[in-house]
């Protein structure tokens, strides 16, 4: 893809970066360092709240990294091989070799991404309840917060969204016609955006 680079290389996946990352990157850890840790959390002194913002939008990095990955390790059960995975600014895309075979295995692989980001994110907040240091417990809470954000969001039905290709696998089901699945889903894909647009 262009206007990324690789940053490492996952059991035969490459990762992949992209620029606008660095943006999304430098943004997490400003707002979180200048607005949302000193908000919350007062008098850790400047220092302390890069470091502990540079740490938690490090995480986030990895979080949306592990939500590509569980696509990848899903479809790769079901025969369908990843080549690479970008990372940009809406979060990821994995590059798959082929499409699923069947509506079912569409459905798992498309589903795998967003559950693992739901049981992270539940998981980081029961860690959280537990952690009594102020500087972790801040870290735990935003990326168990981020986390349960990134499962939800990406369960919208709007096509390309794994939300969306849920949707167009349960329609493939139905209908027994993926390209037909392909075009409903995402005509209710634009109608979620419009939605999305007239709420927002
Ligand atoms: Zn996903």
């Known amino acids: 893809m262009g206007s990324s680079f690789r940053v490492l290389r996952i059991a035969g996946i490459s990762v992949e970066l992209h620029l606008s990352w660095l943006v999304i990157g430098f943004l997490v850890t400003y707002s979180l360092a200048e607005i949302q840790f000193p908000h919350d959390h ?14 938690t939008s490090l995480l986030f990095f990895g979080s949306v990294l592990v939500h590509e990955l569980s696509h990848a390790i899903v479809a790769r059960r079901f025969g369908v091989r990843t ?14 070799e082929s499409e699923p075979r ?7 692989i498309a589903g795998a991404g967003p559950i693992s980001s739901l049981l992270i994110g539940g998981l980081l907040y029961l860690v959280d309840l537990g952690v009594q240091q102020e500087q972790f417990g801040a870290l735990l ?48 894909g634009q109608m979620v ?5 007239a709420l927002g």
């Open 83 to 96: 080549t690479s995975i970008t990372l940009f600014i809406f979060g990821g895309a994995a590059a798959m």
């Open 102 to 108: 069947r509506p079912r295995d569409e459905a798992l």
């Open 42 to 55: 007062p008098g850790w002194g400047t220092g302390l709240y890069w470091l502990v913002a540079a740490a």
């Open 141 to 188: 809470g935003w990326l168990g917060f981020i986390n349960l954000t990134l499962g939800t969001f990406n369960l919208i039905p709007g096509f390309p969204m794994d939300g969306g290709r849920i949707l167009r696998a349960i329609l493939w089901r139905i209908r027994g016609d993926r390209y037909a699945a392909t075009r409903n889903a995402a005509a209710v």
């Open 193 to 197: 955006g419009y939605a999305i647009i």
